[in-house]
């Protein structure tokens, strides 16, 4: 069996730095697992304690019900796969792939029979000969991968694995890797800063922030559900818009006023958000919430709001609109965080809320155009502005 299981791991270092702090996670059997979120959260710190690399300060890390804390890497029975493939220059990628096995003195037929499936596996047969220089980086990924599977551990440990190539082969790569998951159900625990990445391969993803796990649950779920605003906004893309709205009760609807627009709300959260009457909220609004008016299908997108067109987008499977309200943005720590993140910067938007819809491809909108916009009211989320979690 080669379960994970992390209990209350922390880590602090020498000089005072926390990197982790009561990160618990449970890979079952089999699972993959992705460990997402933004440069610095902790998430490589993480593997690595998984993989010995780094001591544990608190907590207890398990693979295959053994407690490894005091365990060295090499004692663990897990495999890694590292950002810059780490393939010995000099050597072929037989050799590359067959180290650890004569390493662990492995009779010479058997280590040729686990290159060589391998490589089958990979499709990398005829590369067997030859040195790392003469591969591309997407050949020099399947080496790496080769290696670690060669070995037959009892986890898979990636470190961005994915980082260093180009945006279409990493597209290639990552439905390769979740195929050869399906062949070979080997636990994996997978670390990446791409949320694209996170949310198609992975069966559950974990959301990290400065050290803390935020929420970890299934793509759809973590989609669909977001625990709180920051986890609302790093997962999905464009990124979720964010704006202050107000909240009041009308016979048997609730009525969102945010600038000089309304929109009217009797979904089933109602009964909550009626504790927010009078108040400021976050309303959350995926991109894919708005559709063009002419397009829209009113049953669903019941509400209706008008907006002058900066950019338009188009990238033939979908349109990007964006536009702006004046509305004082939204000026959270997650928020400016995951801006940040994506190498923005809230403070120039001044005193104006920047909103960006995904419409219909074959919309005839133009930059500098007023359209109506519509809105689906089943697609908005709701988040209390003082602790950011979702009401």
Excluded: W
């Excluded at 793509?219 to 625990?227: A, D, F, G, Q, V």
């Amino acid at each position: 069996m080669g379960a994970i299981d992390i209990v209350s791991a922390g880590k602090i270092y020498p000089n005072g730095t926390r990197a982790l702090e009561d990160v618990s996670i449970t890979i079952n059997d089999g699972e993959f697992v992705v460990l997402v979120g933004p440069s610095g959260c902790g998430k490589t710190t993480l593997l690595r304690m998984v993989a010995g690399l780094e001591d544990i300060t608190e907590g207890e890390i398990a693979i295959g019900d053994k407690t490894v804390n005091e365990v060295a890497p090499k004692d663990r029975d897990i495999a890694m796969v590292f950002q810059n493939y780490a393939l010995y220059p000099h050597m072929s990628v037989y050799d590359n792939m067959a180290f650890s096995l004569k390493l662990r003195k492995l009779p010479k037929d058997e280590i040729e029979q686990k290159v060589k499936d391998a490589a089958k596996t990979l499709e990398i047969s005829e590369l067997l000969e030859r040195k790392p220089k003469a591969l591309s980086g997407g050949q020099r990924q399947r080496v790496a991968m080769g290696r670690a599977i060669v070995r037959n551990p009892q986890a898979f440990l990636m470190d961005e694995p994915l980082s260093n190539l180009d945006a279409k082969l990493r597209v290639q790569m990552r439905a390769e890797l979740g195929q050869l998951h399906t062949q070979l159900q080997t636990t994996t625990l997978y670390v990446t800063h791409d949320q694209v990445e996170a949310m198609t391969m992975g069966d559950r993803v974990a959301v990290i922030r400065k050290g803390e796990l935020q929420q970890i649950d299934t793509p759809r779920e973590i989609y669909s559900n977001p625990k709180n605003i920051f986890v609302a906004g790093f997962i999905g893309s464009p990124s979720m818009n964010f704006v202050y709205a107000k909240i009041k009760s009308k016979d048997d609807v609730l009525e969102l006023t945010f600038g000089d627009n309304q929109i009217t709300y009797k979904d089933e959260k109602k009964e909550k958000l009626k504790s927010f009457e009078n108040k400021d909220i976050i309303l959350g609004i995926r991109p894919e919430a708005f559709e063009d008016g002419y397009f829209a299908n009113e049953a669903d997108y019941s509400e209706s709001i008008k907006v002058k067109v900066s950019l338009l987008e188009q990238l033939g499977s979908d349109s990007y609109v964006h536009f702006y309200k004046d509305i004082k943005p939204v000026q959270t720590e997650a928020i400016e965080e995951i801006l940040a993140d994506e190498g923005e910067d809230i403070t120039v938007l001044g005193d104006n809320t920047k909103f960006i819809a995904r419409i219909n491809p074959n919309s005839t909108v133009a930059e500098g155009e007023e359209i109506v916009l519509r809105i689906n009211p089943s697609k908005l989320h709701f988040f209390d502005p003082e602790s950011g979690d979702v009401i």
